[in-house]
């Protein structure tokens, strides 16, 4: 058991490493096109300038990271958990009363076919040119993933854990609790990355239609004074935001579903499958056997027992 957790905490270090590589060796190659671009076609500054020249923005206006980009994260971050509160919540409701679900759900789906700038000076006038309406932004766009993907996780419950659950009578709080819930986090989880990609777009789009700070607002007044390299500058500090949201909430949802497969998961298993047939006594005295409690079935009978009681 422990030179299995030291193999895969090891291939989950090596997986991180190679994902950050990655992402550096394709930052630099889109760096390259552009510097190439550049010196091929030679656009004026002001339609495309070079990437010297944005560093320089980024150097020159520290007002850009320090203020700016704190202001477009803190909407950001405060959008994306009241989002996923609301998204829960609405999908728990909805799965308890599927009465509520039939009601809600068009109208969800028609909110959801509104342009976002249709609604955004709508929401400024509303909440007001502060940080409120941004937010208010930021949990409109990423709520509908998240609620979306937890229903449909929690109605997708295994058919044999549900019979289960009627044949032990239990009540329907319990199997929403102890069944529906466990098996969504996946889903959920799926729902939360999707919704740390969309929330900086909304807070954005807010800024935009009306701030006194904030990325979209210093990317609004660059582009009308044509510093094209601020709001290049602006872009490339949003998509590190982007990226560094996007990557907190992956490592946090790897400990809401800590059983889900991971990207890696099928190499791993077939690794520890190839392990255990060159030395099947190993194998045996690790407990990877069919009654061993971490698999799938002993997660069902933990259920079941709960269900019990």
Known sequence: MVARAEFEAGDKRRGWMAGVLRGLIVAVALVAIWQAVILVFAPPPFMLPPPSRVWRALVERPDLWRRDAVTTLIETVSGLITGALAGIMLALVMTFVPAIRRILMPLLIVTQAFPVFAIAPLLVLWFGFG???????ATIAIFFP?????????????????????????????????LRVPDALPALASGLRVA???????????????ASS???YAMLMANG????????????ILAAMAVLVRAVVEIATRHIAPWAPEPSANILHLQRKTHETLHPARGARSGSGPDDRTGSGGRQADRASRLVL
Request: hydrophobic share 55%; charged share 20%.
């Open 131 to 137: 940080i409120g309406s941004k937010i208010v932004m």
């Open 146 to 178: 998240v609620a979306s993907a937890f229903h449909d996780g929690l109605a997708r419950t295994e058919a044999g854990l549900i019979d289960l659950s009627r044949l032990y009578r239990a009540r329907r709080w319990q199997e929403i609790l102890y």
């Open 196 to 210: 740390a990609v969309y929330a900086p777009v909304g807070a954005l789009i807010g800024e935009w239609v009306g």
């Open 214 to 216: 904030g990325l979209g």
């Open 225 to 236: 004074r044509a510093q094209t390299d601020v709001v290049f500058a602006a872009l490339v």
